[in-house]
């Protein structure tokens, strides 16, 4: 296929080099010259505006770091959708908050163009290593149609529901994500205060009923696992600024429906916290840090 993808960043730079490893034509776009140079490194071809980058194109794809941004693209005063074929298919995998996904699809539906939202979880790992699992909201057909190219990039399919389902969801999981990540680095560090060994403490934590996620594949103490972030002074992966972004989608999607988010309220004021002493480009995992309260 001809797919013309937007935002090569850390997300979406590895994205795109799947989808031209598995033979697709990659076009891209990104208004950072560095992140277009490393993907014509890793095959992809540049385009030189958003028009060139969806000439033809069978798909169209988007990784943008916000729902302005996404706005900006579609229906901005030189938008792409107008230039968008009406055949292409359009997948959104930014994280945006649900209106902003509904409202783009329905204007690209109204201009008889077919959107649907797809934000990923598994962080950059998951993007590079093609394993990112993708949250979908849209018409069935169209989900099944986007898969053969997802499935380029990921290994995880699923519809959640209509447009904007997919941006749900996916806030829904980070929210859990933040609150498992802070609980797993408040219990580590309190076995370490008291002279417990964070590498055995957390194979006895994965043995019993406190296993999560955060333990399993992204452990927050420093040397505990080789491959994570916290061993590499929590640089790279999901950056404490993503992870506050997301949290306020969440908080903003509980107070539309007003659902009980206490524990969701306590992550995002502590993340918070975390970014304003100086960690907000540092990996979510550096909340770890937060907790230290005896210095080496």
Partial sequence: MKIGFFGVGHMGGPMAANLVKAGHEVTVFDLVPELLQAAVNDGASAAS????????????VSMLPSAAAVRG????????L?????????????TIDADTARDVASIAHQQDRLMIDAPVSGGVGGAKAGTLTFICGGPEAAIERARPVLECMGAQVFRAGDNGAGQLAKICNNMLLAIHMIGTAEALQMGVDHGLDPA?????????SGDNWSLDKYNPWPGVMETVPASNEYEGGFAVKLMN???GL???AALSTQSATPMGNLAKSLYAAHGNHGYSDKDFSSIQRFFRHKRD
């Fill in 250 to 252: 969440a908080m903003q």
């Fill in 82 to 94: 107008p230039h968008i074929d009406t055949r292409a298919l359009i997948i959104d995998c930014s």
């Fill in 73 to 80: 693209l579609y229906l901005g005063g030189d938008g792409v």
């Fill in 200 to 208: 055995v403490l957390s194979e006895i934590m994965k043995a019993s």
């Fill in 49 to 60: 505006s958003a028009a060139e980058a969806v000439r033809d194109a069978d798909v169209v």
């Fill in 245 to 247: 972004k997301d949290l």
